[in-house]
């Protein structure tokens, strides 16, 4: 049995592996498609030694209020491998450590082999696993490290464990607060859960104070930051064009999950209690539904053992129903292989940005979408107005409506006005921005704008980007 359940893991990690090189085959030589890769490597070479105040062209110029902790090792490692083998290397391995730390979790917390296996092929085939370890983010390290901590603090009768479980969560304070929360969240639930709420305060104190030390500085000089209003169920849902969403096949098999745990009602409290509080906390920031969904996971699990062994007035619709399911949830795994395959930069953008970066200069100032802002720094060489960094941005709350305004304004006087306020000579236009990003007419706002008045001069274009100047 033991034999068996060794190369069931083995073939499990595989699996895992496999994917894990799939977004490399995709993209081919570009490993840099996406923002991440382009962002890490640019804020390296802005240390450089030293941590700097600014970073100039970010938001036209913005404090280095970044999380320290990836740009480090980062930079550390970089002394030492090649920054694009990291890019290509970290991700997997840190990828492959999680997956098996993940399944140690998972019996940890007395799954049966079936319900660990299944839960932790369904992280492997997500959206959120080829998200999360695809380049070089802060997930590589939240996701194993807390996997890590949780497993050694369930280990209560061995003190150091606990005490090493306190240390790891200290660390993740370094990198991200929300993970923190969570933890402290999990934790709670299953110490009531087992009666032993005193053992709650140790982790509580030491979260605390990593928080503080890291975010309490932030907030007291910039405040809790402003959030920008975004379609939250399109990202709730990878079919919706998500890149770490929920498959809605994956809600089906889970809402079956939680059909099986009512059956013994009020005895598997602790899981409503936690999916009815990670739900809420997803539906106020984005970041969170990446850690609501690893609680999906096992209750897709449940579900999809539940629909195996349950009866069915008609034995045919039990089997079509799963075999749709399974199906669906295939099909939005290549969906989210094929956004991989298709991630920007291609070469058209790449031109359009190196046409960018040879006129002008450094200080000129460049207005797109905000998923851009970071390649406009790395290819264009140039200033953003605004990039997916929206942590501590003083201004965002005026600059985010102010852009929203250029966009969709055709008002020729207000249009140059806003953007004589943010000092703007060049405005990239891609064709995603053309077809929903942003517009989904031709002559919509700055686009009717742009096609009618002097004040704009188109100075370069291909098939997918074209590059305006401002007179």
């Known amino acids: 049995m033991s034999i068996k359940l060794n190369v069931k893991l083995v073939l499990t990690l595989m699996l895992g592996l496999m ?5 490399g085959i995709l993209k081919g030589h570009n490993i840099y498609a996406g923002e991440n890769n382009y962002f890490y490597e ?4 802005l240390i450089d030694g030293n941590i700097p105040d600014k970073d100039e062209l970010s938001y036209s110029g913005r404090d280095f209020n970044y999380v320290l902790a990836p740009i480090f090792i980062l930079s550390f490692l970089g002394k030492i491998f090649s920054i694009k083998f990291l890019f290509i290397f970290l991700p997997m391995l840190l990828g492959l450590i999680s997956l098996y730390l993940f399944y140690l979790l998972l019996k940890r917390l007395n799954l049966n082999d079936n319900e660990a296996y299944l839960t932790t092929i369904l992280f492997i085939i997500s959206p959120l696993f080829i998200y999360s ?3 070089y983010n802060i997930l590589i390290f939240t996701l194993p490290l807390s996997f890590l901590a949780l497993i050694l603090f369930l280990k209560e009768e061995n003190k150091f464990h606990k005490n090493l479980s306190l240390l790891i969560i200290f660390i993740l304070g370094f990198f991200d607060y929300k993970i923190v929360l969570l933890f402290l969240l999990f934790i709670l639930i299953y110490l009531i859960k087992n009666k032993k709420f005193k053992n709650f305060y140790s982790p509580l104190i030491i979260a605390l104070i990593s928080i503080a030390i890291n975010y309490l500085p932030k907030v007291i000089k910039y405040g809790f930051g402003y959030s920008i209003k975004e379609n939250y169920f399109k990202l709730l849902i990878s079919d919706l064009g998500s890149s ?3 498959s809605i096949f994956l809600v089906f098999f ?4 939680l059909i099986y745990l009512w059956k013994i009602k009020y005895k598997n409290i602790h899981l409503y209690v936690a999916f009815i ?3 809420i906390l997803s539906l106020l920031n984005k970041d969170f539904i990446i850690y609501f969904i ?3 996971f096992y209750l897709s699990s449940l579900g999809i053992n539940n629909l195996i062994i349950s009866r069915w007035e008609s ?9 749709l399911l399974i199906l669906g949830l295939l099909f939005s795994t290549y969906g989210s292989l094929s956004m991989v395959k298709n991630s920007v930069p291609d070469e058209a953008l790449s031109s359009a940005l190196t046409d960018l970066y040879n006129i002008g200069s450094r200080n000129d100032v460049v207005l797109s979408h905000y998923s851009y802002g970071i390649l406009i720094n790395s290819l264009g060489g140039k200033r953003n107005v605004i990039d997916s960094n929206f942590d501590y941005i003083p201004d965002l709350k005026e600059r985010y409506p102010d852009i929203q305004k250029i966009f969709y304004s055709r008002n020729a006087d207000l249009t140059k006005k806003l953007i004589d306020k943010y000092s703007i000579k060049y405005i990239l236009i891609t064709k995603e921005m053309k077809e929903g990003l942003v517009w989904t007419q031709n002559d919509e706002g700055l686009l009717f704008v742009m096609q009618n008045s002097q004040e704009f001069r188109k100075i370069t274009s291909n098939d997918y980007a074209e590059v305006w100047r401002v007179r």
């Open 19 to 23: 994917f894990l090189l799939l977004p």
């Open 42 to 45: 640019r804020a390296v070479n």
């Open 133 to 135: 370890f695809g380049s």
């Open 244 to 246: 770490y969403g929920i």
């Open 254 to 257: 889970a809402f079956f999950g």
């Open 277 to 279: 509080l990670m739900l």
């Open 294 to 296: 690893l609680l999906i």
């Open 315 to 323: 034995e045919r619709i039990r089997k079509l129903t799963l075999f």
